[in-house]
């Protein structure tokens, strides 16, 4: 079975451009999280969508959006890109909302460099 | 957001030595959760703690849920160099994960 995956692999944009990151989850799974993993840091959590409604969100600014379409997949878009954008986008779905039952994958990530 | 805070940030280390890795929060949570990332992929789960006090093993990993459920230790027996990668801890709120600063493991064949 196919895990998570993203879509593109690479990107670079330039200040004040727009974006769509784009993620597949694992065959079944109805969650969705998005994450952003700065340069030696640990991932910072963004959204997480579930059923297709918003079940929480990062302290994030409103630039940031996503939503899940009804076969799951999600779309992450930023606008409005600032250099401190730049980053590794990840994508982690799961079979149910929450912890306990299962656990979450993660995709290999989109690297997005603003210019 | 919660600060995780995990030590030491790097390790060099022998294969087929031990390593100690921990994770420390001012907060009580109820799930603590240890990563592993390898470059250019994304984190893969190790193993997962649910009640404090717990000790859970994988193979030769070996995780502990504190007991004041403000800390977690994950241990590796018997290095060997596929370990090398960052090792992350986080935990779960109700609503979303957090994770930690990391810890970077170099094997030395």
């Known amino acids: 079975d196919a895990g998570v995956t993203q879509s593109p692999t690479h990107l670079i944009k330039t200040r004040g451009q727009h974006v769509t990151l784009r993620c597949s989850p694992i065959?079944?799974?109805?969650?969705v999280s998005w994450y952003q993993q700065v340069l030696g840091q640990g991932p910072q959590f963004i959204f997480q969508y579930y059923e297709k409604e918003e079940r929480g969100r990062g302290n994030f600014p409103d630039r940031f959006s996503a939503r899940q379409f009804p076969n799951y997949s999600s779309e992450l878009n930023v606008n409005a890109l600032l250099l401190g954008d730049s980053a590794l986008y990840l994508c982690?779905?799961?079979?149910?909302?929450?912890?306990?039952?299962?656990?979450?994958?993660f995709g290999p990530g989109t690297r997005l460099t603003v210019l | 957001g919660q600060q995780l805070n995990q030590s030491p940030q790097s390790m060099f280390i022998q294969e087929g030595e031990d390593v100690s890795m921990n994770c420390t929060s001012s907060s009580i949570f109820n799930t603590w959760l240890w990563y592993k990332q390898d470059p250019g992929e994304g984190p893969v789960l190790l193993i997962a703690?649910?009640?404090?006090?717990e000790l859970t093993s994988n193979g030769r990993l070996t995780a502990q849920f504190g007991i004041t459920r403000k800390d977690s230790f994950l241990n590796i027996s018997a290095s060997i160099p596929s370990d090398v990668g960052i090792y992350f801890c986080a935990v779960f709120t109700g609503n979303q994960f957090y994770f930690g600063t990391g810890t970077s493991l170099t094997v030395i064949p």
């Open positions: 703690l649910y009640k404090a006090g």
């Open positions: 065959s079944g799974h109805k969650s």
């Open positions: 982690a779905s799961s079979l149910v909302l929450g912890p306990y039952t299962d656990t979450q994958y």
